[in-house]
């Protein structure tokens, strides 16, 4: 009886053990299900949105909507600027009265790298570092495309640069 039992007892532990045991065919079926609902989707993703938290102090800068300018160059153009503070010559000719700016950055690097692409394409393009202040950060290199006496080419050269550099600006300076 004692073997009978013993034999009874290791035939289900044998079915026990072997049953539940999972097969290769079942993890390969569920991975090409879950492939092929994966290529089969369509739907467009939803962009994540970070927003500021509640206490966070955000400093926002006014812009000044761009005016279309045809063919003259008026005297009341509003994308005229002057640079409040000194500004000194970092790399390229002098500025003449009126310079278009297509750049502004806090690093010199970033300032000459696109100098230098200006200079490839031609431009007389040219670095001057300033020391105004904008949104906390003094000394900024401006890279400017071109310069020239009068308004005329300075906003027809501008105009020009706008279609790649959307920021372009004019500087005037005395």
Do not use: H
């Amino acid at each position: 009886m004692k073997k009978t039992l013993f034999l009874g007892v290791a035939l289900c532990s044998l079915v026990v053990m072997t049953g539940c045991k999972s097969k290769d065919s079942a993890y390969r079926e569920a991975y090409e299900r879950a492939m092929s609902q994966e290529t089969t989707t369509t739907e467009p993703t939803t962009p994540v949105v970070v927003t500021p938290a509640p206490e966070e102090k955000v400093n926002v800068t006014p812009v000044t909507p761009v005016q279309n300018q045809n063919s003259n160059a008026g005297a009341n153009d509003r994308d005229v600027r002057t640079i409040d503070g000194d500004i000194s010559l970092v790399a390229g000719e002098p500025l003449k009265t009126y310079s278009v700016v297509v750049g502004s950055f806090v690093g010199k690097t970033n300032a000459e790298g696109l100098c230098n692409t200006l200079r490839n394409k031609g431009y007389n393009a040219r670095v001057v570092k300033t020391s105004e202040t904008i949104k906390g950060q003094t000394g900024w290199y401006r890279v400017i495309a071109s310069s020239y006496d009068d308004k005329g080419s300075a906003v027809s050269s501008r105009d020009q640069l706008k279609s790649t550099y959307q920021g372009a600006w004019l500087l005037y300076r005395k």
